[in-house]
T-cell receptor, first 121, second 106 residues
Framework: DVHLVQSGAEVKKPGESLKISCKGSGYSFATYWIGWVRQMPGKGLEWMGVIYPADSDTRYSPSFQGQVTFSVDKSINTAYLQWTSLKASDTAIYYCARPVPAAEGGHFDFWGQGTQIVVSS | SYELTQPPSVSVSPGQTASITCSGDKLDDEYASWYQQKPGQSPVLVIYQDTKRPSGIPERFSGSNSGKTATLTISGTQPMDEADYYC?????????FGTGTKVTVL
């Protein structure tokens, strides 16, 4: 069975850095893209971008380019989402999910449980 | 940037049919997929490649895509189907989600 398990909730102050994780199991982690999705409080889903673990090829949504960084450690089947200087507006739930190739529709067939991030002074 | 537009809310009586639309300029060239999200839970894929249902999704969920509008239909809607629904498609170089529709089963 495919599983994506995310790291736990975080409470941070503005200006702090943060790296959250998403560990995949039950499939060949390196050969499937991993995506990140933001959901701000009471709001809809936002497509942030994807990363391909085999070669770290990365595609960011224009809205998130330069705001966050994706990375992977394929030796431990784990993807990361990182901020260098958090803002209050980064408060949200962040999901990792496994997308199929864009030519097949790019839909997310498996999702992590989400990581709640609260940024407050 | 590319946008997918959904109605904010749809109300339906139990046993009736609910239809949710998703409009976008590239939908005549791209597949649409649909997700169900209940409060406090991760989204669940209910339709992919316009019309296909993943294993375990009830047959009452169906999808279509014609012109620039994709549609999710829930036939014989049950109280358990009350949730938020999001469409998704692929834009020029990135994916995009629709604005979301809250389905209320009255």
């Amino acid at each position: 069975d495919v599983h994506l398990v995310q790291s736990g909730a975080e409470v941070k102050k503005p200006g702090e850095s943060l790296k959250i994780s998403c560990k995949g199991s039950g499939y060949s982690f390196a050969t499937y893209w991993i995506g990140w999705v933001r959901q701000m409080p009471g709001k809809g889903l936002e497509w942030m971008g994807v990363i391909y673990p085999a070669d770290s090829d990365t595609r960011y949504s224009p809205s998130f380019q330069g705001q966050v960084t994706f990375s992977v450690d394929k030796s431990i089947n784990t993807a990361y989402l990182q901020w260098t200087s958090l803002k209050a507006s980064d408060t949200a739930i962040y999901y990792c999910a496994r997308p199929v190739p864009a030519a097949e529709g790019g839909h997310f067939d498996f999702w992590g449980q989400g990581t709640q991030i609260v940024v407050s002074s | 940037s590319y946008e997918l537009t959904q109605p904010p809310s749809v109300s339906v009586s139990p046993g009736q049919t609910a239809s949710i639309t998703c409009s976008g300029d590239k939908l005549d060239d791209e597949y649409a997929s649909w997700y169900q999200q209940k409060p406090g839970q991760s989204p669940v894929l209910v339709i992919y490649q316009d019309t296909k249902r993943p294993s375990g999704i009830p047959e009452r969920f169906s999808g279509s895509n014609s012109g620039k509008t994709a549609t999710l239909t829930i036939s014989g809607t049950q109280p358990m189907d009350e949730a938020d629904y999001y469409c998704q498609a692929w834009g020029s170089r990135s994916g995009v989600f629709g604005t979301g529709t809250k389905v209320t089963v009255l």
